[in-house]
């Protein structure tokens, strides 16, 4: 069967960094994606890796080891409005989006 | 530009009746998607349409149905409506007509209670 696996629920500190890991099994593989929801509202694209490495953009980073069926998403020098759900979602074979529960990130000042 | 909308926002139902939620993109997107999302579950995929006129079955759509006459639209009918389809659902939108992976772009939301 095809699955997505994130951890439920993170913490961490205003400033400080956070990674939030993702790991994938699905039938066929065209990339990975990362949203952020933030509570009551619609998800919103962050980012999309298809190829192995690290993805920059700004203070969040995405990384992807298709080998692996890994990926993670990294925060830095967080800010409170960062403070929501981050959602992981892989693409199959036929190029649906399979999705995990998502990760809700709380932040402490 | 609005992107994506959905009407109703919210809306309480009773059991046993019929109810269509609405979703209006106005970015000329060629697919368009429909998932509902529950606590502790990732985003579920109902139906989905790759152009106009086409529309496909995903994971969870017993109990909808959906239809793509056009390229802004793609309602979503319940046609009798039962208390586990109390959730809140999404519409999105993305360029590709199948066939390639493209980000996809979601509406607000609307939030159904089905008593």
């Given at each position: 069967?095809?699955?997505?696996?994130?951890?439920?629920?993170?913490?961490?500190?205003?400033?400080?960094?956070?990674?939030?890991?993702?790991?994938?099994?699905?039938?066929?593989?065209?990339?990975?994606?990362?949203?952020?929801?933030?509570?009551?509202?619609a998800?919103?694209?962050?980012?999309?890796?298809?190829?192995?490495?690290?993805?920059?953009?700004?203070?969040?980073?995405?990384?992807?080891?298709?080998?692996?069926?890994?990926?993670?998403?990294?925060?830095?020098?967080?800010?409170?409005?960062?403070?929501?759900?981050?959602?992981?979602?892989?693409?199959?074979?036929?190029?649906?989006?399979?999705?995990?529960?998502?990760?809700?990130?709380?932040?402490?000042? | 530009?609005?992107?994506?909308?959905q009407?109703?926002?919210?809306?309480?139902?009773?059991?046993?009746?019929?109810?269509?939620?609405?979703?209006?993109?106005?970015?000329?997107?060629?697919?368009?998607?429909?998932?509902?999302?529950?606590?502790?579950?990732?985003?579920?995929?109902?139906?989905?349409?790759?152009?106009?006129?086409?529309?496909?079955?995903?994971?969870?759509?017993?109990?909808?149905?959906?239809?793509?006459?056009?390229?802004?639209?793609?309602?979503?009918?319940?046609?009798?409506?039962?208390?586990?389809?109390?959730?809140v659902?999404f519409?999105?939108?993305?360029?590709?007509?199948?066939?390639?992976?493209?980000?996809?772009?979601?509406g607000p939301g609307t939030?159904?209670?089905?008593?």
């Amino acid at each position: 069967g095809q699955n997505i696996d994130q951890p439920t629920e993170m913490t961490a500190t205003e400033g400080a960094i956070v990674q939030i890991n993702c790991t994938y099994q699905t039938s066929g593989f065209n990339g990975l994606f990362w949203y952020q929801q933030h509570a009551g509202e619609a998800p919103t694209f962050l980012s999309y890796n298809v190829l192995d490495g690290l993805e920059e953009k700004g203070r969040f980073s995405s990384f992807l080891s298709r080998s692996k069926g890994y990926s993670y998403l990294l925060l830095k020098e967080l800010q409170m409005k960062d403070s929501a759900s981050y959602l992981c979602a892989a693409s199959d074979s036929n190029y649906q989006l399979i999705w995990g529960a998502g990760t809700k990130l709380i932040i402490k000042p | 530009t609005a992107g994506i909308t959905q009407a109703p926002t919210s809306q309480i139902l009773a059991a046993g009746r019929r109810m269509t939620l609405r979703c209006t993109q106005d970015m000329r997107h060629n697919a368009m998607y429909w998932y509902r999302q529950d606590l502790g579950l990732g985003l579920r995929l109902i139906h989905y349409s790759n152009t106009a006129g086409t529309t496909g079955k995903g994971e969870v759509p017993d109990g909808y149905s959906v239809s793509r006459a056009n390229t802004d639209d793609f309602p979503l009918t319940l046609a009798s409506a039962v208390p586990s389809q109390t959730s809140v659902y999404f519409c999105a939108s993305s360029d590709s007509a199948g066939g390639s992976t493209d980000t996809q772009y979601f509406g607000p939301g609307t939030r159904l209670t089905v008593l």
